[in-house]
């Protein structure tokens, strides 16, 4: 076996991404996901042949901001092997290795260079996969574990299948803010772009103090938001202003497309100004969310990716939120 070294636009990165006919059929949920890679934070991408056969891939991560115990970390991203653990541990220890290289005390995964791109493995598939979540095989966090990975972080998502809402806690709240001259309204998507620059600095503010947060670019954060453009539906994303129109809240939600019965709606961000006087924004988007997956016809909303004992759990079991799936963050120490 031998390691190669490329990155997108290498005239060998086709062994990379050949690595995934290895492991899934053709009709797997996996082949519908976009793939991606994190160029402002990637070192390289690797591939291991066995003779010319591609058949295990990671990318090596070094976020100069990307810190663990107080001490520098890397991350091993994109990653995909084929159920051979001598394979993945070849894969995993030439990663760990150029991670000491480069300084790093912690490799940390699987993470695609930051908690704003693809990270965390599932732990189990007992129900399908929604639109926008990473799928792969279970095994890959048995690879990790066998080469000395130990989790670091749990996380959940839930399903709410009553979508109840207008409990009178949120209610006072929802007016409480109105009287304060707060605007709840949708995104406009004829200034998406102004939109985006304007919560740019709002979900910088609201995520800073969240586990492993390290900053994201206006143009990267611009990027990312454009590449789901085409999913958005604006009267699923909410953006609440001051009387001064400051945004100080934002929600971002999606039709589930993968979704067999019925309408799933997927609330996958939820974040408000810091400062304490906007504390219960989150639950008072969050009903005007649920209300409006009512009136729509959606009989389930999942929300999404939420860190165990996070504020978000707390929105999840105000409205009846029942956690369905569980992933997991590892990192090895070096």
Known sequence: MKIVETKPGAPDFHLFESVLK????????RFKEFE???????????????????????????NPA????????????????VDEQDISAFLINHLAERSREAGKAFLIGPMNGSTWDNYRFSDHHNFPNFLLEPYHPLYY???????????????????NSDLVCDFDNVLKLEESFKQEGVLIRNINMDDFEGEL??????????????FLYTPVSKQTFLR??????????????????DSAEN????????????????????VKTIARDPERKWSGLGHVMANQITRLANKQGFNCMVHAFMIEDGTSTGVSKQFLGKVFKNYTLYAKKL
């Open 247 to 266: 945004l100080i809240g934002f929600l971002f939600a999606y039709e589930d497309l993968y979704h067999q019965n019925g309408k799933c709606m997927v």
């Open 197 to 210: 620059n304007k919560l740019h600095q709002l979900v910088t503010s609201a995520f800073k103090t969240n």
């Open 36 to 62: 991606n890679i994190n160029l402002e934070f990637l070192h390289a991408c690797y591939v291991v042949l066995d003779g010319h056969e591609p058949l295990a891939r990671a990318s090596l991560y070094l």
């Open 22 to 29: 290895k492991i899934y059929p053709e009709n797997s949920v």
């Open 66 to 81: 990307l810190n663990y115990k107080a001490k520098k970390a890397s991350s091993i991203g994109n990653y995909e092997c």
């Open 141 to 159: 966090n048995q690879h990790f574990k066998s080469l000395d990975f130990n989790p670091i972080s749990s996380y959940t998502s839930g399903i």
């Open 224 to 241: 990312k938001y454009m590449e789901v453009s085409k999913l958005i539906n604006p009267e699923l994303v909410l953006i609440a202003e």
